[in-house]
């Protein structure tokens, strides 16, 4: 007479367990379908660290190939004797040391480039931010029609910067609207302004492209900034006997600061990257005397087909960007530090 052994499993052939009836004591269960043991086997992606993993992988590999693999390429470019014309592969160039960042550093047309991107970033970011605060001051004191007047006011920043640059390459020719037109006009008398073929006036005119289509970003920022300060806050200044500008310096100017900076910092590293309204105005004209940095970079790298070069300029570039941003943003790191004291 056979005997059942008190824990050996015991098979279902009705499938009472799928029905819900109990087994008898004394028996094991059977082993869960194959189904079970493929979702027991998958489980550990129900886990936050392995989901969480799986979703970045897409984006890690996109990263590498648009990000981190070019900069490496441009890293060794930057260390070799390269040029798209010697007839050599990239990973084939020679290696050249610092010889490419001594003769960037050596080259006074190089310093001249950056001294003058500097300069139209500080002159673009100040213009930019006042007009676009005082926009931003008078459209939050209408109610009526704001609407309009705010999409009226953006666009200019959503034409494409290559047509503006041609319309207003045509606008300051000589005999064009800003010269003919306008101030002939209000000077009452003809005014020959030489808006492209003079250092000073060329400079002037891609400042003013500039300023034109990128004020209403500067604009748009503040209107937000200041929409975002309680109501009460102003009505309490008014009891109290708070002028405009009084409000203006002890509420408004405080609590948008930290907005004001991060502007002003984004908006440089934009302007500092001007290339397409410089190009299409002046092509760095009359001679070098408005060639920007990426005007210079263009020139070293895609017209000259010094690549090298090119790789070891843009590399000063961004450490000296990177140097002016981190002391930019250095005041945000401070107030933190004395709001959590």
Known sequence: MSKTLPNAPVEDPAGLAAKGAVAPAGTVAASPPAA???????????????????????LTLLLVAVVVFPFAMNLKLSFSHFAANSGLSWWDAPWAGFDNYTRVLNDGRYWSAILRTFLITGLGVVIEGV??????????GVRRGRTIYTAIFLIPMMVVPVVSGFVFYMMFQQG????????????G??????????SFWAFTAILIVDVWQWTPLMFLIFSAGLAAIPDNMRNAAELLGANRWQQLRYINLPLLKRIILIAAVIRGIELFKIFDTAWILTGGGPG???????????????????????AASSFLVLFLVGVVAWFALRPLEVDRAGATR
Do not use: C, K
């Open 176 to 187: 064009g609207v800003v010269n003919a037109g306008i101030l002939s006009t209000i000077a």
């Open 36 to 58: 079970a043991r493929l979702r027991r086997g998958l489980g550990w992606l129900d886990q936050p660290r392995w989901l969480n993993l799986a979703f970045t992988i897409p």
């Open 288 to 310: 070098t005397s408005t060639e920007t940095i990426s005007i210079y970079l263009y020139r070293t790298g895609a017209v000259s087909l010094d690549v090298a070069t090119a």
């Open 131 to 140: 007009l676009g605060f005082a926009l931003a001051l008078l459209m939050s």
């Open 189 to 198: 008398t003809t005014v020959n302004i030489p808006w492209l073929s003079d």
